[in-house]
């Protein structure tokens, strides 16, 4: 006596199969909205991370050109001329900003202080703001990096 499996039986486990295969298509559509948070968080990050090593670059410059004498040292208009042209490539940075104050989205102070060593130093202050970018919940959308470099005054 020989066993005989069902036809029905053999074509139910092909059936299964099927199944499991769908089940794939499925999670990744389930995953795609968290998926894409977390891209365009990444993406907002690098901008951020961008403008933030930029802008302190941009203090670092500035407070070089003020720091070489002290005829310099409150030379706000010479140390915006640095700080312009290390952030000339940043996304709202463009032909367009030829100067730092109020209105753009660069503004730059410098001022002569007394170092921490006792010693006349030039202080050089820049803000920055950078574009409205994705507004992801818990986060702004645009950002405001302010940096602050110091060095000593030359002869």
Do not use: H, K
Request: a positive charge.
């Amino acid at each position: 006596m020989s066993r005989r499996i069902p036809a029905r039986a053999d074509t139910g486990a092909r059936f299964g199969e099927n199944c499991r295969r769908g089940n794939a298509v499925v999670e990744t559509a389930l995953m795609a909205p968290w998926i894409f948070l977390l891209f365009l968080g990444v993406f907002d990050f690098g901008f951020y991370a961008y403008a933030a090593i930029s802008t302190q670059q941009a203090a670092r410059v500035a407070a070089l050109y003020t720091s070489s004498s002290s005829s310099n040292a409150t030379d706000s208009a010479g140390a915006c001329t640095y700080a312009l042209n290390a952030l000339r490539y940043l996304p709202n940075m463009g032909s367009g900003v030829t100067s730092c104050g109020a209105g753009q989205p660069l503004q730059v102070t410098a001022t002569q202080v007394t170092g921490p060593d006792g010693s006349n130093a030039s202080q050089v202050s820049v803000t920055y703001q950078t574009i409205p970018l994705f507004p992801i919940p818990g986060l702004m959308g645009q950002m405001t990096i302010t940096r602050t470099a110091e060095m000593r005054l030359g002869s």
